[in-house]
């Protein structure tokens, strides 16, 4: 039996996030009723997650350091939009409810799977970045 690839994990990840990304615009009528700024935000991240699949199936050094690069991204800004109070005049800590915790969120725990994806996404790209630069080292020392 063939070993998952952590490649093909972060590539199904990435996917997961934008099937729960477009779910979060569908229900989520604060988010498109008191700041559609923040919906058109999603769709960049949908946006950016389907360029980082196609990247990382045809140059996949490339696509993992994006991809972690992108990972971390989402988080700070996901975290940010919570501790901000959404930019609707919310409290942080209403926010992050909101957000984390589905309170009177009719997505529920959406964004928390996304933080969480996110962050997964990022520690299994960080995994491969320094697999990939292992592998240079050792093949920079058989050569010379």
């Known amino acids: 039996m063939k070993a998952i690839s952590t490649r093909n994990i972060i590539l199904v990840l990435l996917g997961i996030s934008i099937v729960v990304s477009a779910y979060i615009l569908a229900v989520d009528n604060i988010l498109w009723q008191y700041n559609a700024g923040h919906a058109y935000g999603?769709?960049?991240?949908?946006?950016?997650?389907?360029?980082?699949?196609?990247?990382s199936l045809y140059r996949p050094r490339l696509g993992v350091f994006l991809t972690m690069l992108w990972g971390?991204?989402?988080v700070v800004l996901l975290v940010g939009d919570a501790a901000t109070g959404l930019g609707i005049g919310l409290d942080s800590n209403a926010?992050?409810?909101?957000?984390?915790l589905g309170e009177g969120n009719p997505g529920g725990l959406s964004s928390l799977a996304l933080l969480v994806l996110y962050l997964l996404v990022g520690i299994l790209s960080l995994t491969q970045v320094w697999k990939f630069r292992s592998e240079?080292?050792?093949?920079?020392?058989?050569?010379?």
């Open 42 to 55: 999603l769709i960049a991240f949908i946006v950016g997650d389907i360029a980082l699949i196609g990247i």
């Open 72 to 74: 971390g991204l989402q």
């Open 95 to 100: 926010a992050m409810r909101y957000l984390f």
């Open 136 to 144: 240079s080292r050792i093949a920079q020392h058989h050569v010379s």
